[in-house]
């Protein structure tokens, strides 16, 4: 089975193929900040503003030349998640909720009191738990294909379930077009399988049930104080539009962008557009131009 997001590889100086953790990456700058009595990987990258960046269910490794696209305007911090990368994975912890108040904490460490935050997929909904329980600690929040609400009825999964269906068929879900899937699973290390696997694993431990959703969340997003942007791809055959819709009306202030050619993962589908449309919607329209025309 696979996970939502599916890191890319790496090979030679191409951004887009990067393995699955950037720790083995000499060339992309990493530290170990120990929160909670957990030891969390992060990269920085980048000048300016911070943005916090929280990555989908396989780990940042897909996110990289995204990431360094808005580095080129402001200053990303891109933590990997307890249990993910090479963050440690504490016995006690086994929710997204849990791992809310693991980046709160991160918050207070990096001396972020505000701060513009950015999710995709579990990481969306990470952000979305932290935006509901210190509303005052974000300035603006975007999600791209974010899950963690239960919107439709109770005897229908809204998210499909990834865990019980082929790689193959998940592909066709996660692209536009299939053959945009940088994943080169056989061509990995040791280490590199190993991440990938223990990714996985830790994906399932925090959404396998509920599946994929908090349910206690959709009745505190009305607290959310900062505009919220959700981003989703055209093609994308896990969060439907409808899911989106209805996620963004549990916000006080939200808008619905769609990324035309692009499935789950606009940001390696169509990075350059969404890193433009992020970067305005967090106020640096001139930023965005820039960024595209560089890139």
């Not at 891109?78 to 993910?84: Q, R, V, Y």
Request: glycine letters at 8%; a negative charge.
């Amino acid at each position: 089975m696979q996970a939502l997001g599916l890191p890319a590889s790496s090979c030679g100086t191409d951004p887009t193929r990067h393995w699955i953790s950037l720790a083995l990456d000499p060339g992309y700058p990493l530290r170990m900040t120990t929160v909670a009595g957990i030891e969390l990987e992060i990269f920085e990258r980048g000048r300016g503003e911070p943005i916090l960046y929280l990555h989908g269910g396989a780990g940042i490794g897909s996110d990289v030349a995204f990431l360094d696209l808005i580095a080129k305007e402001r200053r990303v911090i891109a933590p990997s998640h307890p249990g993910f990368g090479r963050s440690s994975l504490p016995d006690w912890l086994d929710s997204v909720d849990d791992i809310s108040h693991v980046y709160l904490e991160l918050m207070d460490r990096l001396g972020l009191m505000r701060v513009d935050m950015v999710g995709f997929s579990i990481g969306g909904w990470i952000a979305a738990e932290i935006a509901s329980k210190l509303p005052q600690r974000l300035t603006r929040l975007a999600l791209i294909g974010p899950v963690g609400v239960k919107t439709g009825p109770p005897d229908k999964l809204d998210i499909p379930d990834i865990f019980a269906m082929s790689q193959e068929a998940l592909n066709k879900l996660r692209f536009h077009d299939p053959k945009n899937n940088p994943a080169e699973l056989a061509a990995m290390s040791d280490d590199e399988l190993f991440i990938a696997a223990r990714n996985r694993e830790t994906l399932a431990l925090i959404t396998w049930e509920p599946y994929m959703h908090n349910p206690k969340l959709k009745h505190r997003l009305h607290r959310v104080e900062a505009p919220v942007l959700l981003l989703r791809g055209g093609s994308d055959g896990i969060v439907s539009a409808e899911y989106l819709l209805r996620y963004a009306a549990l916000f006080p202030s939200a808008r619905i962008e769609t990324i035309a050619q692009a499935g789950h993962l606009p940001h390696v589908e169509q990075r350059e557009l969404t890193a433009q449309i992020i970067l305005q919607f967090l106020g640096t329209d001139q930023m965005a131009e820039r960024a595209g025309a560089r890139s």
